[in-house]
């Protein structure tokens, strides 16, 4: 599995819990739209009470604000489910069945390999989960892909989500998965958008 499939499965990861929380998202947009209302109409009552002279410019003002205030609102609700279908695509792959998720490490791993002679820093709680039979199979890939394959796991661990650091001898590649969807996340927020908020996807 290339680089490019992990990607594309982060992508989908993504786009699932997009559509898991588009209601939730319809109903902070509805709640911020009733709030600018009831605004709207406390404000209004209180230009009438000032007398009809100056209701109507008043009402003009507050509707102007309130429509303001409504779209600032309605745009954070937006930017919060965003925000937390990413978030739940990272922490879904890192809850995968070792069955699943192992294979996907492995074959990043393989991928983001330069020389074959690296030191593989993990999570903590990938730490756990690999074995040596894990890393023999990774350096067979690794050799099979005309590298040195004497990649070493290190004692070191990061906090991150998923994924790994590559450490050589000039240079660290980050291939965690946080970094992975910052690099996608604009190529891929349209799609996800549309599932959230029915927009229709770019030509």
């Not at 819990?17 to 947009?29: G, L, P, T």
């Not at 903590?124 to 796991?153: E, H, I, M, Q, Y």
């Amino acid at each position: 599995m290339a680089l490019s499939n992990i990607i594309e499965r982060i992508n989908g990861q993504a786009a699932e819990e997009a559509a898991s929380i588009r209601a939730d998202a319809a109903q902070k947009a509805e709640q911020a739209r009733n709030a600018a209302r009831v605004q709207a109409s406390a404000l209004l009552a209180e230009a009438r009470d000032k007398g009809a002279a100056s209701a109507e410019s008043h009402r003009r003002r507050l509707v102007t604000l309130a429509s303001l205030d409504l779209r600032k609102q309605v745009g954070y609700a937006r930017q919060q489910a965003m925000d937390q279908a990413f978030a739940t695509a990272l922490e879904r792959i890192q809850k995968m069945d070792d069955a699943v998720y192992l294979p996907l490490l492995k074959d990043l791993i393989v991928s983001a390999a330069e020389t074959g002679d690296e030191l593989i820093v993990l999570s903590p709680g990938d730490r756990g989960r690999v074995t040596a039979g894990f890393l023999s199979d990774v350096n067979d890939a690794v050799r099979a892909a005309g590298k040195s394959g004497n990649l070493c796991l290190s004692d070191e661990t990061r906090p991150f989500s998923g994924g790994v650091v590559l450490v050589g001898k000039n240079v660290e590649l980050n291939c965690t998965f946080e970094s992975t969807l910052k690099l996608i996340r604009d190529d891929i927020e349209p799609e996800v958008a549309s599932i959230l908020f029915g927009e229709g996807k770019p030509q």
